[in-house]
């Protein structure tokens, strides 16, 4: 009986893991070239990707953005890993963000949330703000502000997904 009883409930945790992973909300954003992304498809494929949320009057999320544009191509190829930049400058300045991606050579995917609506399902209230997902769509980690050099604990996470 007392085996029993430590199967279920060793269960019911398992169970309980498994379903508390959070997944993309049903939101629907622009790409800055006016094309609608729901943000529950997302996905690179059964790889990892990157949700970064920034604005262009940031500074240390332009900095992110950079440091990560050096050596995207690198972890592009070593691990699949797929970075969406989202932009939470309001509609009245949403026409600044592809000059500044334009004028900053960044790759990304790059997608507009001006009324921050998808940040705040992550409880992001600091930008940078990033978020990790695996393979599946699943948040796997969570990111706030930025230091010089903090792209390295990124890319650390994506290849501890990637062994998995």
């Known amino acids: 009986m007392k ?22 909300p049903a939101i629907t954003l622009k790409d800055i070239n006016g094309k609608s992304v729901r943000m529950d498809t997302l996905s690179n494929n059964g790889k990892p990707f990157i949700i970064d949320f920034f604005a262009t009057w940031c500074k240390p999320c332009n900095r992110e953005l950079d ?10 190829e070593e691990t699949g890993v797929k970075l969406f930049a989202i932009s939470i400058d309001r509609a009245q300045n949403t026409n600044k963000v592809k000059p500044l991606v334009d004028n900053h050579g960044w790759t990304y995917d790059v997608l507009l949330d001006p009324n921050s609506e998808l940040r705040r399902t992550f409880g992001g209230e600091l930008i940078p703000y990033v978020v990790i997902c ?31």
């Open 3 to 24: 085996h029993l009883f430590i199967t279920l409930i060793s269960f019911l945790f398992l169970f309980a893991g498994e379903t508390m992973a959070q997944k993309l």
């Open 67 to 76: 440091a990560i544009a050096e050596v995207y191509e690198e972890w592009k």
């Open 134 to 164: 695996d393979g599946a769509g699943n948040v796997v980690y969570k990111h706030n502000g930025y230091t010089d050099g903090a792209e390295e604990e990124l890319i650390e996470k994506v290849r501890e997904l990637v062994k998995k």
